[in-house]
């Protein structure tokens, strides 16, 4: 079984620029979560997604970042303009309905 | 509201060693548990995972964990550590809803010497 996949896995932007990160899930799995690492940190939510739908963007900074999963599979993350901060390991994660979550490799953001 | 604590942003052991990551949880409903480790460049991988079955889990590499209700904590172990044991371990809770969000620590790396 193919797991999660995740493009671009890096990135260097200059700030004020925009980036799009995609993520493919595991086939068949409903939920889809984007999570930022910021260094030294563990994993913090953006958002959660069950099949189209939003189920928490409650940590989306949404005056910059936004996001959408195409069709309840695909999903892109965007930023727009990227700030310094931005600055992070952005994982993707997927789960079957009320089950454990699998995690791509993610994408390194430097924004300088 | 749920949050997890990690006692120590490093650990260094003897290959060979006894292995110990602390974890210790808050949590206003009674919890899921998960320990995972990342490996430089790479995703998160699940470890092992406590959900109400027996408190004492085992998980993959040798690894276990034991749920401790009373210390409200969920600490990681191995009895002997091997050089492919260092990478980064997070532990991470949720509430029994199926599975629902993750709040991670903010980790624990552990280095492991000849």
């Known amino acids: 079984e193919a797991g999660v996949a995740q493009s671009p896995r890096y990135k260097i932007i200059e700030k004020r620029q925009s980036v ?3 993520c493919n899930p595991i086939s068949g799995h409903a939920t889809l979560y984007w999570y930022q690492q910021i260094l030294g940190q563990g994993p913090k939510l953006l958002i959660q997604f069950q099949n189209n739908g939003v189920v928490d963007d409650s940590q989306l900074p949404k005056d910059r970042f936004s996001a959408e999963r195409l069709k309840g599979v ?3 993350l965007k930023i727009q303009p990227a700030k310094l901060e931005d600055s992070a390991v952005y994982l993707c994660a997927s789960s079957p309905d009320r089950g454990e ?4 490799p993610g994408t390194r953001l430097t924004v300088t | 509201a749920q949050s997890v604590t990690q006692l120590g942003s490093h650990v260094s052991v003897s290959e060979g060693a006894l292995v110990l990551l602390r974890c210790n949880y808050s949590s206003s409903v009674p919890p899921y548990l998960f320990w995972y480790v990342q490996y ?3 995703g998160l991988q699940l470890l092992l995972k406590y959900t109400s079955a027996a408190t004492l889990v085992k ?7 034991e749920f401790k ?12 550590a091997h050089m492919s044991d260092a990478a980064e371990y997070f532990c991470a809770v949720s509430d029994r809803r199926g599975y629902s969000t993750l709040t991670f620590g903010k980790g624990t790396m552990l280095l492991v010497s000849p």
């Open chain 1, 101 to 104: 979550q699998y995690f791509g």
């Open chain 2, 40 to 42: 430089p460049n790479q």
């Open chain 2, 69 to 80: 209700k009373s210390e409200t904590s969920f600490h990681l172990t191995k009895p002997s």
């Open chain 1, 20 to 22: 799009a990160f995609w």
């Open chain 2, 59 to 65: 998980g993959i590499n040798g690894f276990e964990a």
């Open chain 1, 74 to 76: 695909d999903s892109t």
